[in-house]
């Protein structure tokens, strides 16, 4: 994210600063980016940090957040290692597209995520659950890999919403397609961050090109029928195919409805995933919680 536009609004307090080694910072970056983090973002409410010569603010203050993505947001750039990283995979979607671009987006996809529309997909969302539910009661005393699960219950419940099941396309390849872009993210960051030629080679970087060549020609075949046979299906291709801008009425061409069904699928599969893999980490070792979470779901 470009701070320029942060810093320029910043009251002037000196912070002080955290150095992090560049080759360490590199590493982590690649094996776990949270282990990239100064510990202290996780007590402090702003750090500066300075890797390979790159200044970069990390907020942790509910207020300063909604001063630079709410009050901010027409003059806060994503930042060139975002659209290197994910870029060509998400092409201008609303993760990578900055000023008017992404905010004529936002707008006209704003309608597909009403309370109402959201309420639409629910008994989707809950039968996807339920079946992992009945999956893991099928499994007995046997050790369950819940990041695994996480995984595997977002993917499928975004091809039952996005896509109705993912008539027409290769759902297990998908899901490989998926993985295999995401992996060496970590390495095109990192490069990113050394500001090296993108032509560099890295692990994994073949199979990501390839996964992502696959991934966006399997999605444009999906909206070209359903633009041919269009049907009253309530799932996020048809919502982004009538999705309009409130104030001039443009539609998304193929190319940008396939960017942002890449940026929900890639980017709210593995964020969800995520969340919930540590909310059960969390649960597992606190009784309590967990016995006043089967509390609250008996109100439910």
């Given at each position: 994210m470009d701070t320029k536009a942060l810093n320029d609004?910043?009251?002037?307090?000196?912070?002080?600063?955290?150095?992090?080694?560049?080759?360490?910072?590199?590493?982590?970056?690649?094996?776990?980016?949270?282990?990239?983090l100064p510990p202290s973002i996780f007590t402090e409410p702003v750090v500066f940090s300075k890797t390979a010569g790159e200044l970069k603010v990390y907020l942790a203050d509910p207020v300063l957040i909604h001063e630079a993505l709410v009050k901010n947001a027409d003059t806060l750039g994503k930042g060139d290692q975002v659209r290197r990283a994910l870029g060509p995979a998400l092409g201008q979607g609303l993760l990578t597209a900055d000023g008017?671009?992404?905010?004529?987006?936002?707008?006209?996809?704003?309608?597909?995520?009403?309370?109402?529309?959201?309420?639409?997909?629910?008994?989707?969302?809950?039968?996807?659950?339920?079946?992992?539910?009945?999956?893991?009661?099928?499994?007995?005393?046997?050790?369950i890999d819940v990041g695994h699960e996480m995984m595997r219950t977002t993917f499928d419940i975004i091809v039952e919403t996005m896509m109705s099941g993912g008539?027409?396309?290769?759902?297990?390849?998908?899901?490989?397609?998926?993985?295999?872009?995401?992996?060496?993210?970590?390495?095109?960051?990192?490069?990113?961050?050394?500001?090296?030629?993108?032509?560099?080679?890295y692990p994994g970087r073949g199979k990501a090109e390839a996964a992502v060549e696959f991934l966006r020609s399997s999605l444009l075949s999906v909206i070209e029928t359903r633009r041919k046979h269009p049907d009253d299906r309530h799932d996020l291709v048809n919502m982004l195919l009538s999705a309009a801008d409130p104030e001039t009425g443009r539609t998304m061409s193929d190319a940008e409805i396939v960017d942002n069904l890449m940026t929900f699928i890639t980017a709210g599969h593995e964020t969800t995933a995520l969340g919930l893999t540590w909310t059960y980490d969390l649960l597992g070792g606190r009784p309590r919680f967990r016995a006043e979470g089967v509390d609250v779901q008996a109100l439910i």
């Amino acid at each position: 994210m470009d701070t320029k536009a942060l810093n320029d609004g910043m009251p002037k307090t000196t912070f002080p600063l955290t150095p992090q080694s560049t080759l360490g910072a590199l590493l982590a970056i690649v094996r776990n980016p949270l282990d990239a983090l100064p510990p202290s973002i996780f007590t402090e409410p702003v750090v500066f940090s300075k890797t390979a010569g790159e200044l970069k603010v990390y907020l942790a203050d509910p207020v300063l957040i909604h001063e630079a993505l709410v009050k901010n947001a027409d003059t806060l750039g994503k930042g060139d290692q975002v659209r290197r990283a994910l870029g060509p995979a998400l092409g201008q979607g609303l993760l990578t597209a900055d000023g008017s671009h992404w905010k004529w987006q936002r707008q006209s996809v704003a309608g597909a995520f009403r309370h109402d529309k959201l309420l639409e997909l629910q008994p989707t969302m809950i039968a996807v659950a339920q079946r992992t539910r009945d999956r893991w009661i099928g499994m007995g005393n046997r050790t369950i890999d819940v990041g695994h699960e996480m995984m595997r219950t977002t993917f499928d419940i975004i091809v039952e919403t996005m896509m109705s099941g993912g008539h027409g396309i290769d759902v297990e390849r998908v899901e490989k397609g998926i993985s295999d872009f995401l992996k060496p993210t970590g390495w095109t960051f990192a490069l990113g961050l050394l500001r090296a030629p993108e032509w560099i080679p890295y692990p994994g970087r073949g199979k990501a090109e390839a996964a992502v060549e696959f991934l966006r020609s399997s999605l444009l075949s999906v909206i070209e029928t359903r633009r041919k046979h269009p049907d009253d299906r309530h799932d996020l291709v048809n919502m982004l195919l009538s999705a309009a801008d409130p104030e001039t009425g443009r539609t998304m061409s193929d190319a940008e409805i396939v960017d942002n069904l890449m940026t929900f699928i890639t980017a709210g599969h593995e964020t969800t995933a995520l969340g919930l893999t540590w909310t059960y980490d969390l649960l597992g070792g606190r009784p309590r919680f967990r016995a006043e979470g089967v509390d609250v779901q008996a109100l439910i």
